[in-house]
């Protein structure tokens, strides 16, 4: 084995790993005695430029073809260089709210485990050895875990930690076990070698991967923890395990199934099923869509409606993946990065106007639009997008997922009827996006003017612009993918 | 400047708006008076231009369409972005820009977050605009959606009379609706080849019949909701007493007609065999309508209740004449569309800015003898309701006897049926007209409409301007109809011969 190869392709990880351990040192060594808010910018400011300095080894490598090493261990090329700096851009934006936010008094150790879950999520969109796979899900979960526990004081969020750590942990042993049956039966360890006849025992390895994974994306019916997970961790948190999380366990298990199992996709057309993982995903979709929809509603703490909120995005997702086609996967990649970008910036907004409004339930949002005229117009952006309305991201991403969905059968229209319940339940979620604005915009309040630091501001701008330009223009992104995938 | 200004204007108005501090109201006001009077100049200018040409237009090129954009949008899927405007979207663009400017003016008084106002209410114009001249199947249902999020806010916020309530029915219709209209639309983009969205290119190469036969009804109701189309109108009567003025005004004469532009130039055009099948359906659905919809402004005590029925009445003359697929009725449709868009505005003027926010009721009961008061409210609303009963000389009657004697080709019977619609009509605007503006002596207490009312502040300037353009056109059209009749039957001709 080539380490010096290895470790140059393992470059961007390294610098990340690297950051950490110094932004540890740095706080434990010369700032334990710093005020708080202090100490997040200085050890916070260093965790970012760790994570911008990462960047920099997937940019000038861009294009410069396709690696595997150590038995696709780790695999580098474009595709999964794109979705690492998806991933350091959400811990980046993570970073930032973060420095505004009250994580108590272990700064160091908050920012370091938040950058050592993000090596963990790069380390899982570039594998394809599904031991190295199971082991950078654990190293991204567990930082999670630690991280959720995060507001020591409040009883919530160690209930949330606890909640949170002993669903994870049931689902990595259900994983653990159906990929100990998948290497049993095929004899390999790597993602393209998996190519064996359907056997009972290869569907159950199947079966049991798909239950681990489905708790890490949070679908129905393996969603219960994460309503309680979302509103009990600290919010900047919240939008990690929302988004940077969701991408790199929407990426693995993408391909897992895509190039891994295509020979037990089996099918989920109208009257006519066949079983395989396309009937599990499409099922568990639809039920993700109906249920995350519907508990959304009569929700009235925000984080909490927002936790549901993405339990229905998951459910949209997998109608794309549904699909199976190199359509299906393009329009589920560019979803997931638009879902994440408008997920992250709600989240960043409620962070900063919840710390100053005094809390996350709707009321507190009660004339936010007067309080806080730029946030709220951003807030806006960011809940439409999630709602799916034109011209902004998310109803594009939701448009190309249902035509890969429509376009995998367009003689016979056989997902039809998945397309036909996200749809609906579409017009159901507006309902609720439509009630959080209402207390926003519609609801007076008396509350003073609200102020926001600039950076906090300009950040949440970015992301807003951002989010309205993959709606208005997103072809550049999407030829992108369409040709990346095309060499998944 | 090309017609497509108006869109790009208009959003650029609403941007300014959003800049401008909170506190320079009358600014505000300005600026947004002068985007709309920007829209609607850039509007009527391409108007005469196409209008002295598009003879030659439709001669040259075999089609009315006056490309104004066409480029690649998201060549990914097909998506472009194309405007085009022709004889049927052309009068619908000018009425958005006359609707918008005159909105404006009867907005004038409006005092709380006018900054807010102001940029919703363009922004949901400049939506409106884009639907009216997309060309592409993609592109307009953008624009369309684009359009209903605002709508929301204006109501919720600046609204009477269970607002929120009214706005989240509404939102909540027209976004059923459009879930309806996006499943149709991938499924007749997908059935004729997955290559394009673009209406043109779609309608060249209809899918197949079967196809046609389902999705036809997703597109049309889809829209159809949105036309207040009998039995899915039951949106329009609460969204629009919950609305303020302009925004009712934009509500009946304006956004309903997106609801029946859509049905015209995404389900008709495309899928002429599905058309065939569902026409009996929609004439009957339109008549019920009709009828429906007149009757039931009948019995009403609110003054707004009456507009508002009266409303899913007119457009039900709209859907029949789309339906009977002959060039009166479809061209009676297509002006009717127009026409009923400035009566609804100016009815909506009168109840909501004249009366209603003067005397802060709109109970039958409680009003009376306001002809004394505000004679200009009165002048107003006897010249809207004879445009709005049909009365010869205003454009009503033009555009609603076409519309009949198309069905009457159609079906005797459809014709005979929708024109027990009138009669009624005349009664509930003859009601009105008593109740709210005469002297009732046998009711007692407001034998004398002074005491009634003695101190209504009088109409103001920007009422009178924005009142008596729209009373001009409804009497310009009324008397000279060929001015804009004339490319609508030229366009109705062509897509009834099979060219879009």
Not at chain 1, 97 to 120: K, N, P, Q, R, W
Not at chain 1, 166 to 190: D, E, K, P, R
Not at chain 2, 303 to 328: C, D, E, Q, R
Request: hydrophobic share 55%; glycine share 10%; aromatic share 12%.
């Amino acid at each position: 084995m080539n380490y010096v190869g290895l470790f140059s392709a393992l470059s961007a990880e390294a610098v990340v790993v690297l950051a950490a351990i110094m932004a540890l040192t740095l706080d434990l060594a010369g700032l334990r005695n710093a005020a708080p808010a202090r100490r997040r910018r200085i050890v916070g400011g260093f965790a970012g430029l760790g994570l911008l300095v990462a960047v920099v080894p997937l940019w000038t490598l861009w294009g410069s073809g396709s690696l595997a090493l150590a038995h696709g261990t780790v695999v580098v090329n474009d595709l999964t260089r794109l979705f690492k700096m998806v991933v350091l851009t959400l811990s980046f934006l993570t970073v930032i709210i973060s420095l505004d936010y009250d994580v108590g008094g272990h700064i160091g150790e908050y920012f370091a485990t938040l950058l050592f879950g993000t090596v963990g999520m790069m380390v899982l969109v570039s594998t394809e050895e599904l031991l190295t796979l199971f082991v950078a899900l654990e190293l991204t979960s567990l930082s999670l875990y630690i991280l959720t526990a995060f507001h020591k004081s409040a009883l919530r969020s160690q209930e949330a930690a606890v909640k949170y750590f002993m669903f994870g942990a049931i689902s990595s042993a259900f994983l653990l076990f159906g990929l100990s049956y998948i290497v049993g039966v095929t004899g390999a360890t790597n993602l393209r070698a998996l190519a064996a006849p359907a056997t009972p025992l290869l569907s159950v390895g199947l079966l049991f991967v798909l239950v681990g994974l489905g708790f890490k994306v949070a679908v129905v019916p393996f969603h219960l923890w994460a309503p309680d997970a979302y509103e009990g961790a600290p919010t900047p948190v919240t939008a990690f395990i929302a988004t940077g999380s969701k991408v790199a366990s929407f990426f693995v298990l993408t391909k897992l199934l895509v190039v891994g199992f295509a020979g037990l996709a089996g099918a989920a057309f109208w009257g006519n099923f066949v079983p395989g993982w396309v009937m599990i995903v499409a099922l568990t979709g639809a039920a993700s869509m109906v249920l995350g929809n519907a508990a959304a509603i009569v929700q009235s703490n925000v984080k909490r409606l927002l936790a549901y909120s993405s339990i229905a995005h998951a459910g949209y997702i997998f109608v794309g993946l549904a699909a199976a086609t190199n359509y299906g996967v393009s329009a589920v990649l560019f979803y997931v990065i638009v879902y994440a970008l408008a997920n992250l910036g709600a989240f960043g907004v409620v962070a900063v106007l919840a710390s100053r409004a005094g809390g996350e339930e709707l009321k507190n949002f009660d004339g936010m639009a007067r309080r806080s005229p730029l946030l709220s117009l951003l807030l806006l952006v960011f809940v439409l997008s999630l709602a799916g309305i034109p011209p902004l991201g998310g109803f594009f991403g939701k448009f190309y997922l249902f035509a890969a969905a429509i376009q995998r059968d367009s003689v016979n229209f056989g997902l039809l009827w998945l397309v036909v319940i996200a749809i609906l339940m579409s017009a159901v979620s507006l309902y609720y996006y439509l009630i959080v604005l209402k207390h926003v915009y519609v609801h007076e309040s008396d509350g003073e003017r609200i102020r926001t630091p600039g950076y906090l501001n300009l950040t949440l701008a970015v992301i807003a612009l951002a989010v309205v330009g993959m709606g208005v223009w997103p072809e550049p992104i999407l030829a992108l993918l369409k040709c990346l995938v095309e060499r998944l | 400047m090309r017609p497509d200004w108006t869109i790009y204007l208009t959003f650029l108005g609403a941007g300014l708006i959003l800049l401008l501090p909170r506190d320079a109201k009358n600014l505000i006001r300005w600026v947004a008076l002068a985007t709309g009077l920007a829209g609607l100049t850039v509007g009527l200018t391409g108007y005469f231009h196409y209008n002295d040409s598009f003879r030659d237009l439709i001669a040259r090129t075999g089609s009315g369409f006056w490309h104004v954009v066409n480029v690649p949008w998201i060549p990914a899927i097909g998506a472009h972005y194309h405007l085009a405007l022709d004889g049927i979207n052309f009068p619908l663009v000018i009425l958005n820009g006359f609707v918008c400017v005159t909105g404006i003016l009867f907005s004038w008084n409006i005092e709380t977050r006018t900054k807010e106002f102001f940029a919703f209410f363009l922004t949901l114009i400049a939506g409106v605009y884009g639907v009216f001249m997309a060309m592409d199947l993609f592109l307009l249902f953008v624009f369309y959606e684009l359009a209903i999020i605002p709508k929301y806010f204006i109501i919720a916020i600046w609204g009477s009379t269970r607002k929120e309530y009214g706005a989240m029915k509404l939102v909540l219709y027209s976004f059923v609706g459009s879930a309806l209209v996006f499943i149709g639309m991938l499924a007749i983009f997908f059935a004729a080849g997955g290559h394009s969205f673009d209406l043109l290119e779609l309608a060249k190469t209809p899918v197949g019949r079967q196809v046609q036969i389902w999705v036809f009804p997703l597109i049309f109701a889809g829209f159809a909701v949105l036309a207040g189309m009998w039995p899915f109108h039951t949106w329009a009567p609460t969204g629009h007493v919950a609305a303020p003025t302009a925004a009712s005004m934009l509500l009946a004469g304006v956004v309903m007609k997106l609801g029946s532009y859509g049905c015209f130039r995404a389900a008709m055009l495309l899928m002429p065999a599905g058309l065939e099948y569902w026409k009996w359906t929609i004439a009957v659905l339109a008549v019920i309508g009709i009828i429906y919809g007149a009757a039931v402004a009948l019995v009403q005590k609110d003054f707004k209740f009456i507009i508002g029925y009266s409303s899913v009445s007119h457009m039900g003359f709209v859907l029949l004449g789309l339906a009977t697929l002959n060039v009166t009725g479809m061209s009676g449709a297509v002006l009717q569309m127009f026409s009923h868009g400035i009566v609804a505005s100016l009815l909506f003027a009168v109840v909501g800015r004249m009366v209603y926010d003067r005397t802060h009721t709109r109970q039958l009961d409680e009003l009376g003898g306001l002809a004394k008061v505000i004679p200009f409210a009165a002048v107003t609303f006897v010249i809207a309701g004879a445009a709005s009963m049909g009365m010869p000389g205003f454009s009503g009657f033009v555009a609603e006897i076409q519309v009949l004697i198309g069905a009457f080709q159609m079906s005797p019977w459809l014709a005979v049926s929708a024109a027990v619609g009138i009669p009624v009509t005349v009664a509930y605007i003859l009601n009105a007209l008593n109740k709210v503006f005469l002297d009732r002596d046998d009711a007692g207490h407001h034998g004398d409409g002074q005491d009634a009312h003695p101190t209504l502040p009088p109409i103001s300037l920007p009422e009178i301007v924005a009142g008596v353009v729209l009373m001009a056109l409804l009497v310009i059209i009324g008397l000279y109809p060929s001015i804009m009749l004339d490319m609508i039957k030229a366009n109705v001709e062509l897509f009834l011969k099979g060219l879009p």
